[in-house]
């Protein structure tokens, strides 16, 4: 077996270096999607209430070239983007569970098919649907400092797909 080893812990003292963060990430994931077009990753979101998941989701869809509004699917489960790079169009769909009152309530709305489709899926609250999503690549997880902006970051590559974007995020210096 294979061991699955790409872990980037980041510091971000305010929501600038989350920003900051969440535009390396896409410029990796943005690269991997051009060389890979027909690929899916699924990106889970994890972290408390105010953790900041859904901020760094705005920023990473922005940062991959979404020039609209990023709101958070808090009552609609879901909200898709249409995205491009150089040659190809792909899907971001993002996801916000928290609301979910039976765990297959994702699957029941019809959101199976949005895991195969060339893209990637981020996922917040994904232990609302205990363990009944398709595998995760890379898990994100947000966690609260000390002080009001600080957050620690950590993103773990849980495949290969997902190690190979994560290989190329360089951590931001303190
Ligand atoms: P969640 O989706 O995890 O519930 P949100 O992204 O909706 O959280 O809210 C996070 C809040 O914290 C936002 O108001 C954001 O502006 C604020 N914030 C302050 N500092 C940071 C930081 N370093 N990273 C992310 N968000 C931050
Ligand atoms: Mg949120």
């Not at 969440?22 to 953790?51: C, T, V």
């Not at 249409?82 to 169009?89: G, I, K, N």
Request: one cysteine or more; proline letters at 5%.
């Amino acid at each position: 077996m294979t061991q699955i080893q790409a872990t980037l812990k980041q510091y971000c003292r305010q929501e600038a270096q989350t920003a900051e963060l969440a535009k390396r990430f896409a410029g990796s994931l943005g690269q991997f999607i051009q060389q890979n077009p027909a690929a899916h990753l699924n990106i889970s979101l994890e972290g408390d209430l105010g953790a900041g998941k859904t901020t760094f989701a705005r920023y990473l869809i922005q940062s991959l070239g979404y020039a609209g509004k990023v709101k958070s699917p808090t009552y609609t489960l879901c909200e898709p983007y249409s995205l491009t790079t150089q040659q190809h169009t792909f899907t971001a769909h993002h996801f916000d569970l928290y609301r979910m009152r039976d765990p297959l309530e994702w699957h029941e709305a019809g959101f199976a098919e949005y895991f195969d489709v060339p893209g990637f899926c981020l996922i917040e609250w994904p232990e609302k649907a205990e363990g009944t999503l398709p595998e995760f690549d890379i898990q994100i997880q947000l966690m609260a400092g000390t002080q009001e902006d600080e957050r620690n970051i950590v993103l773990n590559a849980l495949s290969e797909l997902g190690k190979k974007v994560l290989e190329n995020i360089q951590a931001i210096p303190n």
